[in-house]
């Protein structure tokens, strides 16, 4: 069955170093992939989508990268700060619907002052 | 804009009452969604539609009903609600462009508890 992981729960980090998450999928060929931001109490926020073509992606301080090889995408967050402090969710379109997203569990990130 | 909207914020049912959770997008989207969120887990679609009068179910559509008379309302009917339907409920929409399928704009959810 078509499964998606986010490898770690929770992830801590200092202060302006690189937070990196890891998303890993089987069973599936996305078409695309998306991460999201969520805050305690409120809904998703999007953040980027890079589709399967492409290799990487950026926008200010984020960067995510897809490899179809690997069946993984890492998303970053350079100069992290405590603002950043939020769970981050993968989420993968595909199956012959690509509207349709399958989301992962989410990784809880904590950037520590 | 107002973007996706929800109502009720919070709502305490007792077992075997009914409830709509209603959501509304201004955005013209044709595509809405709703999901449930459990503690810990990930969001699961419960039921989606792609257009006004077209509905289908998601992973998790037991218990729960919904309806798309228009392009801004989808709201998601609960029948007989039982504990196992405490969770956070999210509506969505998103659209489709020249460059595919897009991201989703998610309501700020409605928190239900059954007793």
């Known amino acids: 069955s078509q499964k998606i992981e986010q490898n770690s729960e929770a992830l801590n980090i200092q202060e302006g170093k690189t937070a990196t998450l890891t998303c890993n999928y089987t069973?599936?060929?996305?078409?695309?992939l998306q991460w999201y931001r969520q805050d305690p109490g409120r809904g998703p926020v999007f953040l980027l989508l890079?589709?399967?073509?492409?290799k990487e992606k950026r926008k200010e301080r984020l960067k995510v990268t897809f490899d179809t090889t690997l069946k993984q995408s890492l998303f970053h967050i350079t100069a992290s700060q405590p603002a950043d402090s939020a769970t981050y969710l993968c989420a993968l379109a595909g199956g012959g619907s690509n509207y349709k997203l399958t989301f992962g569990k989410g990784t809880l990130l904590t950037v520590n002052p | 804009n107002a973007g996706v909207t929800q109502t009720p914020k919070f709502r305490i049912l007792k077992i075997g009452q009914s409830m709509t959770l209603q959501c509304t997008q201004d955005m013209n989207h044709n595509y809405m969604y709703w999901y449930r969120q459990d503690p810990g887990m990930g969001l699961k679609l419960i039921y989606y539609?792609?257009?006004?009068?077209?509905?289908d179910k998601g992973e998790v559509p037991n218990g729960y009903n919904v309806s798309r008379s228009t392009t801004e309302d989808f709201p998601l009917r609960l029948e007989l609600a039982a504990p196992s339907q405490t969770s956070v409920y999210f509506c969505?929409?998103?659209?489709?462009?020249?460059?595919?399928?897009?991201?989703?704009?998610f309501g700020p959810g409605t928190r239900l508890t059954v007793l």
């Open positions: 539609s792609v257009g006004a009068g077209i509905t």
């Open positions: 069973n599936y060929s996305p078409a695309y």
């Open positions: 890079i589709r399967e073509n492409e």
């Open positions: 969505a929409s998103s659209s489709r462009t020249s460059g595919g399928y897009n991201e989703q704009f």
